[in-house]
């Protein structure tokens, strides 16, 4: 089964077209990367697929559930990062995280050794007593990655989760990110635009203006080129101005 | 315990324990209604004479009359407060957050409603305990009796704020809203005076006053704190309750910040 199928899905602020005609697949124990510049529709990409946003063209289905038909099913597969940090900063680590497993309707001792146990893999098990605003960048990001792996979910979604934080949390992140997806087999989506955080092996899907410049695996698309400046000439080709005179 | 009540549970929890983490909130909450009914009250009595009317057997004070309408007043503000703060949920994102429960979106949010009504009865029983110090007292089956008409108030209230709060696009613009609506629905109603009276000054304020879903829910817990039931006020405020948590549900859009931002 496919983790994650998009297809044909198109997306309007009103009058102002966001995506259009995106498609892609993202089979289990895949590490996905979405690459685009700002406003390339990578959130609004992420809206669509945590259902804030309603579906009105196109399809996009996790773990075979379509997220307009059985949204109940598909939400229950899925674990999110928003780029926005949503930690509760008065909370406690662990407090945060039960209070997000019961809005997954897990509590009690299955919590708790949910809890311990996604701590244990994030290496924040030293940090689960501490507030969240006493934690850096890094440590709330990590958090915030344990909390979507609480129930256990098939895709986890990540939305620019490394913005704003040092060379070395970036890394980890990403490091720890790329290591669940191989261990644990679950598909992972990981939205973009900082190049040195993908392997020549991930999947690429390079989104700009709201459409699919190019997809397939980083390190065929790139050829002989480094990653980045093979994505600053596609993008660029796309944006070239109309020879004038 | 099913997905649904540990969801309950955690989300009146966590509203809780901010509503105690904010203790500026807390007092704002007490201090309003204690001012008018110290203050206010004192300077009405002598200008306003109250008649005999149910649920009252004999003359009451002007202050033993408006404690209904500032325990009412208690849940107004509180459900206002609390649409701000999903509102502010919103844009700050943990809203978003929630509602990516596999749970429906509708439970969330009526557990959302839940919560704030929960932390409005605390508030109550607090200025009801105050007042009974100061010399108010009701029957003690009418603090138990009370009950339900608040948890229907508190929800009518808070969808009222809810439904509000999907019309607004951004926090700066929720207080200018606020204040239309706080104001003239506390004002007209029979919070602070009764429907009779307001006949004497003007026949149509009255008949506005008695629409007032607000003068519903007064009136349901007037009655309530003397352990008697006013059916017709407690049925409106039901069919408010309704209609509002219908609204609100209805119109609730997670992404209104987000899209509001980007086009």
Redesign the interface.
């Known amino acids: 089964m496919t983790g994650l199928v998009v297809d044909a899905l198109g997306y309007a602020?009103?009058a102002?077209q966001?995506l259009r005609d995106v498609s892609f697949r993202v089979a289990p124990g895949r590490f996905c990367a979405l690459l685009g510049p700002n406003g390339a529709g990578k959130?609004?990409l992420f809206?669509l697929m945590?259902?804030?946003?309603t579906t009105s063209q196109g399809r996009i289905a996790i773990m075979g559930h379509d997220i307009a038909r059985s949204?109940?099913?598909a939400?229950?597969q899925?674990g999110?990062v928003?780029q926005?940090?949503?930690l509760?900063l008065?909370?406690t680590v662990t407090r945060n995280l039960?209070?997000?497993a019961?809005?997954?309707?897990?509590?009690g001792r299955r919590a708790a050794g949910r809890i311990e146990a996604v701590l244990d893999r994030l290496g924040m098990r030293e940090r689960a007593g501490e507030r969240v605003r006493d934690l850096n960048g890094g440590h709330r990001r990590r958090t915030e990655i344990a909390r979507s792996l609480l129930h256990d979910p098939a895709v986890l979604l990540l939305d620019e989760p490394t913005v704003g934080l040092d060379a070395a949390s970036r890394a980890a992140i990403t490091s720890h990110v790329h290591a669940l997806a191989g261990d644990t087999g679950k598909t992972v989506l990981w939205a973009t635009h900082l190049t040195d955080e993908l392997r020549d092996t991930d999947q690429l899907v390079l989104l700009h203006r709201g459409q699919v410049l190019a997809e397939g695996e980083s390190g065929m698309l790139r050829g002989n080129m480094k990653l980045d400046a093979w994505f600053l000439s596609r993008t660029a080709e796309e944006e070239a101005p109309c020879p004038t005179g | 315990m099913s997905d649904w009540l540990i969801a309950l549970n955690a989300i009146v929890a966590r509203e809780a324990l901010r509503f105690f983490h904010q203790r500026g909130r807390f007092l704002s909450a007490l201090v309003r209604p204690l001012l008018w009914l110290v203050v206010f009250a004192a300077g009405f009595r002598a200008a306003l004479g109250l008649s005999i009317a149910p649920p009252y057997q004999t003359y009451i004070t002007y202050e033993t009359y408006i404690v209904p309408g500032l325990v009412g007043m208690i849940l107004l503000f509180n459900g206002m407060q609390g649409s701000l703060s999903l509102v502010y949920d919103r844009e700050m994102g943990s809203m978003r957050l929630m509602l990516t429960s596999p749970l429906p979106r509708w439970w969330l949010l009526f557990c959302r409603l839940l919560a704030g009504t929960g932390i409005s009865i605390l508030q109550v029983a607090l200025f009801l305990a105050v007042a009974a110090a100061y010399g108010i007292r009701f029957p003690l089956a009418g603090y138990v009796a009370v009950l339900p008409a608040l948890v229907l108030a508190g929800l009518m209230l808070g969808a009222l704020g809810l439904a509000l709060s999907s019309t607004i696009r951004q926090l700066e613009n929720f207080a200018g809203v606020m204040n239309f609506v706080i104001f003239p629905m506390f004002f007209l109603s029979s919070a602070l005076y009764p429907l009779w009276k307001m006949a004497e000054s003007s026949a149509v304020l009255r008949d506005i006053c008695a629409i007032n879903p607000f003068t519903h829910a007064v009136e349901s817990i007037r009655f309530a704190l003397y352990a008697q039931i006013n059916l017709s006020a407690l049925g409106w405020t039901a069919v408010w309750t309704v209609l509002l948590l219908a609204l609100a549900f209805r119109g609730y859009d997670p992404a209104r910040g987000l899209v509001a931002r980007k086009a």
């Not at chain 1, 019961?102 to 509590?107: D, E, N, W, Y």
């Open positions: 602020y009103g102002k966001a959130s609004t809206a945590t259902r804030l946003f949204p109940r099913r939400l229950g899925i999110v928003f926005q940090p949503t509760d008065d909370l039960s209070y997000f019961a809005l997954q309707g897990i509590s």
